[in-house]
């Protein structure tokens, strides 16, 4: 039997991230941190640390001010 790849839950445009931090500081499950690495705009982004515990409630996305991810069941 063929094993499925786990689907992602978020996508994340790194490239368009401003690195505000809006997204990681309401997660309820603070499952987002800022990468220690640079984005295209020369500024920290924030990334999924803990997928197996994001409970794909949205907040993140509906908070994004850039619509920088998408989240997926
Ligand atoms: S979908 Fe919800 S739980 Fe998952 S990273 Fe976004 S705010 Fe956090
Ligand atoms: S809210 Fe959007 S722009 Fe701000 S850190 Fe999160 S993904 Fe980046």
């Not at 445009?13 to 295209?40: F, T």
């Not at 990334?47 to 509906?62: K, Q």
């Amino acid at each position: 039997m063929v094993e499925l790849k786990t689907l992602e839950k978020l996508r994340i445009e790194k490239d368009r991230c401003k690195g505000c931090e809006y997204c990681v500081a309401l997660c309820p499950k603070s499952v987002l941190e800022m990468s220690r690495e640079l984005n295209a705009r020369g500024v920290h982004y924030v990334r999924l640390i803990d997928p197996e515990n994001c409970t794909s409630c949205m907040v993140c996305a509906i908070m994004c001010p850039d619509v920088c991810i998408e989240v997926y069941k």
